[in-house]
């Protein structure tokens, strides 16, 4: 069973602490990307605390080319509370929001090594009974030669309608 945990938008205090967990999760972002998502796009983006403590955050922006889909940037959650559904409760959180309106679709790219997204987004769709298309958005070919990690392909999971 998933913890209950306090689901919110950000606000400016949780910028650096958003930093901190994607620096040990994902691929972080500058400090600054946080900053600014939490100020302009905190109607898409959400923090997850348990105890009082940051264990989550879901960021997310809505295409201004296609307004009814809602793409997530990132999602991290603390390694401590892997596992116990808190990724799958912010996406549903953010999806629900009323200030969101119109929302059909979510979007999010994720690489075919990152089992966990994977499970993440095809769990999203079934528990929203409807469909997840995935195909390649960007091959591994499109990344700079020169990156310290060659960066793996990134194929998109397009969920919905919703």
Not at 73 to 99: F, N, Y
């Amino acid at each position: 069973m998933a913890p209950r945990v306090a689901l919110r938008s950000p606000m400016r205090r949780d910028a650096a602490e958003m930093w901190r967990l994607a620096r040990k999760s994902v691929d972080p972002n500058s400090p600054y990307s946080y900053l600014m998502l939490e100020e302009y796009f905190s109607d898409t983006c959400a923090v997850a605390e348990l105890d009082d403590e940051m264990v989550g955050f879901v960021t997310g922006f809505r295409p201004f080319s296609h307004p009814e889909t809602l793409f997530i940037w990132q999602i991290a959650v603390d390694e401590s509370t892997q596992g116990m559904g808190i990724a799958g409760q912010l996406l549903d959180h953010v999806v629900k929001r009323p200030h969101v309106p119109r929302l059909r679709y979510l979007e999010a790219t994720v690489t075919p090594s990152n089992e966990q997204s994977i499970r993440l987004f095809r769990g999203f769709a079934r528990r929203w009974e409807t469909e997840c298309v995935e195909e390649e958005l960007f091959a591994d070919s499109d990344f700079p030669d020169d990156t310290s990690d060659n960066h793996e392909a990134e194929v998109r999971f397009r969920i919905g309608a919703l």
